[in-house]
Nanobody
């Protein structure tokens, strides 16, 4: 059974930082592309950042230069370091894993950025 458990969300002032973590179980972590998506109220879920099995990263234009995704295969964990947070970053952030046709999602963690 695949489990992706996010942590690290919370309330932060604009300009602040947060670090999200996603602990994975039930998958061969090193063989999965991992990622973070987010969904703000009234909006569609959107990709924030992904990291391939080889460490190649991809970011949404809106977070480039502010967010950093990384992975620790020994700990089966993917991270999202978020700096210079803006009110428009407020959303539920979801962890994502993919290997070929198999995808899994976490339950999400709320990030709220106050102005």
């Amino acid at each position: 059974q695949v489990q992706l458990v996010e942590s690290g969300g919370g309330l932060v002032q604009a300009g602040g930082s947060l670090r999200l973590s996603c602990a994975a179980s039930g998958i061969t972590f090193s063989l999965n592309t991992m990622g973070w998506y987010r969904q703000a109220p009234g909006k569609q879920r959107e990709m924030v950042a992904t990291i391939s099995t080889g460490g190649t990263t991809n970011y949404a234009d809106s977070v480039k230069g502010r967010f950093t995704i990384s992975r620790d295969n020994a700990k089966n964990t993917v991270y999202l370091q978020m700096n210079s947070l803006k009110p428009e970053d407020t959303a539920v952030y979801y962890c994502y894993s993919r290997r070929m046709i198999w995808e899994s999602w976490g339950q999400g963690t709320q990030v709220t950025v106050s102005s």
